[in-house]
């Protein structure tokens, strides 16, 4: 068996939260840790992978042999993600980036008044669905972390996204998805077949995952 399937191949992986800034001391996020992918970032660099890995604000370590940028917002991961596209082979989108963002930012500490507090919000740029756009010859993977109807909406994304893989996180399942060690993943091809992995390791999730992109890489080079 090949130790390093994927020799020479490029690939981009985000992880993490994003922060979306309403004042100088605020922000909006979510629970991501970056285990899940940070985990994938280090399978995919040992089986030989050149690896640039985006990721939002985490407080684990970056793996060794990683090219590792750090981003906050959700606008920074899309430049650096799009910056980086066009020599990528295969993108993993395992960032859990918000969708929106306050619609305005004060440069001051925002002073608290009587009465309740309205923020806007506005849309933030959808990465994956503009890397579906312009995709080529790269493999394109995303991830769906659910509470609801998975499958409708896995099979919604792998379409609108243009992408070859969902992987769509069982996060009502104890121990999967957010900030745990464990995952519960379910895989969505293109071609309708549907993989439900058991709950393992995020370590196992990745390397999953790394034998799912050697064969779709395979099959793209027949
Ligand atoms: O970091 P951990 O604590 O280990 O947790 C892992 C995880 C649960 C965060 C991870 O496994 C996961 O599911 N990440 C994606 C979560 C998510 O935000 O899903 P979504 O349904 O909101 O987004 C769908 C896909 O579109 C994702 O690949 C996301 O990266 C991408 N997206 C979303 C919004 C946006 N503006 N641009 C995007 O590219």
Do not use: C, W
């Not at 993993?92 to 507090?117: C, E, F, H, N, W």
């Amino acid at each position: 068996k090949n130790a390093q399937p994927l020799r020479g191949k490029k690939l981009i992986i985000t992880a993490g939260p994003t922060r979306e800034k309403i004042d100088p001391v605020r922000f909006f996020t979510n629970h991501s840790s970056g285990k899940m992918g940070y985990a994938i970032a280090k399978a995919a660099a040992e089986a030989g992978a050149e690896v640039t890995l985006v990721s939002g604000p985490v407080s684990i370590t970056p793996p060794q042999g990683v090219h590792t940028i750090k981003v906050e917002t959700a606008e920074e991961m899309y430049e650096q993600v799009l910056t980086n596209f066009e020599h990528a082979d295969v993108v993993i989108k395992s960032a859990a980036v918000a969708d929106y963002r306050p619609a305005q930012t004060s440069d001051q500490k925002m002073k608290k008044k009587d009465g309740t507090l309205t923020i806007d919000f506005e849309r933030t740029k959808d990465i994956l669905k503009t890397l579906g756009q312009k995709k080529k010859h790269q493999i394109l993977i995303g991830f769906a972390a659910e509470t609801e109807m998975l499958e409708t909406y896995a099979a919604r994304k792998l379409e609108t996204k243009n992408a070859d893989l969902i992987v769509g996180n069982n996060i009502l399942i104890e121990g999967a998805g957010f900030g745990t060690d464990t995952n519960a993943v379910t895989f969505f091809r293109k071609d309708g077949t549907v993989t439900e992995l058991p709950l393992q390791s995020k370590e196992q999730v990745a390397h999953e995952l790394i034998s799912e992109i050697d064969r779709l890489l395979r099959e793209r080079s027949l």
